[in-house]
T-cell receptor, first 112, second 112 residues
């Protein structure tokens, strides 16, 4: 089945130790998104790629970066995680425009 | 930006009951989705419904775009329906992409 896969499902990292989360898709969608969801809150967009064009949300911390080496893969890099970065990170894809978005299973990140 | 409000914030029902969840949004949209977030955190697509009515088994949804609201109906609730239900609307980002702006969710608890 075509889908969006995130790895790992759970990640524990130490304060200040860089961490990378990955997302892959078999839907061949143009747009890939990263959302952050903190406990008991709604998901919030960090950034997105339209093909190879990267677009950052204005309030996304500089600590967060992303790479999209090809259509299928997208990575979220957190350079120096703080305790406040503990959250669920959700990857999503869409064809673009006002089309339906599909989410991966999420990566639950805990910073200790 | 677009504001999305969901009601009620919490709903506790007995198995077999019916429920109606509401989503109000502040501007016209051409993309509206309903999600169920399961206990493991994954967002499961329920409906892509920018307008009109759709049904899928015990679930149905109606969006009245001109009046800026959407309703999700769950009939004959089962304990597996428990979880958080999110409404999300699309906000244009440029380049043909949209970001999903989420409501705060309705936490549904179905007791046996």
């Amino acid at each position: 089945d075509a889908m969006v896969i995130q790895n790992p499902r759970y990640q524990v990292t130490q304060f200040g130790k860089p961490v990378t989360l990955s997302c892959s898709q078999t839907l061949n969608h143009n747009v890939m998104y990263w959302y952050q969801q903190k406990s008991s809150q709604a998901p919030k967009l960090l950034f997105h790629y339209y093909d190879k064009d990267f677009n950052n949300e204005a309030d996304t911390p500089d600590n967060f970066q992303s790479r999209r080496p090809n259509t299928s893969f997208c990575f979220l890099d957190i350079r120096s995680p703080g305790l406040g970065d503990t959250a669920m990170y959700l990857c999503a894809t869409s064809r673009g425009g006002s089309t339906e978005a599909f989410f991966g299973q999420g990566t639950r990140l805990t910073v200790v | 930006g677009i504001q999305v409000e969901q009601s009620p914030p919490d709903l506790i029902l007995q198995e077999g009951a019916n429920s109606t969840l509401r989503c109000n949004f502040s501007d016209s949209v051409n993309n509206l989705q309903w999600f169920h977030q399961n206990p493991w955190g994954q967002l499961i697509n329920l409906f892509y419904i920018p307008s009109g009515t759709k049904q899928n088994g015990r679930l149905s949804a109606t969006t009245v775009a001109t009046e800026r609201y959407s309703l999700l109906y769950i009939s004959s609730s089962q304990t597996t329906d428990s979880g958080v239900y999110f409404c999300a609307v699309g906000e244009p980002l440029g380049q043909g992409a949209q970001k999903l702006v989420f409501g705060q969710g309705t936490r549904l608890t179905i007791n046996p």
